[in-house]
């Protein structure tokens, strides 16, 4: 069992930098791979947003957030993170961290077994 709490939400304007944090428990971290999704104001579905293989040698972004979003993982501190630059009001939404220690590498949501209850960010125009 993987328990993951995320940390480093909150409200900033266009533009600006956030760095998301992950926290894992349980388990054996430098096993799973790992995941951030996001779910925007209104909508039912989860967005793919960025994972990262267990060996942190791959990795792969949504195309709204290539070139902007960096994904990595600190094993040591059993951590995934989720550099955030020159965010746009349409990046606001809740973000949610996942893993799994079932497959190495995976972007499809229904592949994860452990979800993070979430952190709010919200980007101002």
């Known amino acids: 069992q993987v328990h993951l709490v995320e940390s480093g939400g909150g409200l900033v304007q266009a533009g600006d930098s956030l760095r998301l944090s992950c926290a894992a428990s349980g388990g054996t971290f430098s096993s799973c791979a790992l995941g951030w999704f996001r779910q925007a104001p209104g909508k039912e579905r989860y967005e793919f947003v960025a994972?990262?293989?267990?060996?942190?040698?791959?990795?792969n972004y949504a195309d709204s957030v290539k070139g902007r979003f960096t994904i990595s993982r600190d094993n040591a501190k059993s951590t995934v993170y989720l550099q955030m630059n020159s965010l746009k009001p349409e990046d606001t939404g809740v973000y949610y961290c996942?893993?799994?220690?079932?497959?190495?590498?995976?972007?499809?949501?229904?592949?994860?077994?452990?979800w993070g209850q979430g952190t709010q960010v919200v980007v101002s125009s």
């Open positions: 994972a990262i293989s267990w060996s942190g040698l791959t990795t």
């Open positions: 996942a893993a799994t220690e079932l497959v190495q590498f995976t972007t499809t949501l229904n592949e994860y077994d452990y």
